[in-house]
């Protein structure tokens, strides 16, 4: 079992998440922690394996932004699921800019301060 493979089954089993430091928050927003809960479902569905998700992972983190500067850690990990979402059949690519085209308009019509309610509910 790799050590990638050795986390997840450590999750699975109730484990800390990378980098829990106890009293610390372990995510900066959280859409980092459904992102982070989502890659765990999906491999616990079987959608990848562990060994694949972390070369998917490490592919998205040698991609810098156009100013040829690191990305930012979670904007890896979004990345590296939206294409293993693409590459496993589950979505496509325009179905995944159709819903981010349809929660920037939600957002832009929520009320400051609001939470802003799924697109279809606006």
């Known amino acids: 079992m790799t050590g990638t493979e050795q986390s997840g089954?450590?999750?699975?089993?109730?484990?800390?998440?990378?980098?829990?430091?106890?009293?610390?928050?372990?995510f900066d927003a959280p859409w980092e922690a459904r992102a982070f809960a989502?890659?765990?479902?999906?491999n616990a569905r079987g959608v990848f394996s562990w060994?694949?998700?972390?070369?998917g992972l490490a592919r998205e983190i040698d991609t810098p932004d156009e100013a040829g500067e690191p990305r930012p850690y979670y904007v890896c990990w979004l990345s590296a699921?939206?294409?293993?979402?693409?590459?496993?059949?589950?979505t496509t690519r325009d179905r995944?800019?159709?819903?981010?085209?349809?929660?920037?308009?939600?957002?832009e019509m929520t009320p400051h301060g609001s939470p802003v309610p799924p697109p279809d509910e606006v």
């Open 9 to 26: 089954a450590s999750l699975s089993r109730g484990g800390s998440a990378p980098g829990d430091v106890g009293s610390e928050p372990v």
């Open 38 to 42: 989502l890659a765990v479902e999906l």
């Open 51 to 55: 060994s694949e998700w972390a070369q």
């Open 81 to 90: 699921l939206e294409g293993m979402a693409t590459g496993k059949g589950i």
């Open 96 to 107: 995944l800019e159709e819903r981010e085209v349809a929660w920037l308009r939600a957002a």
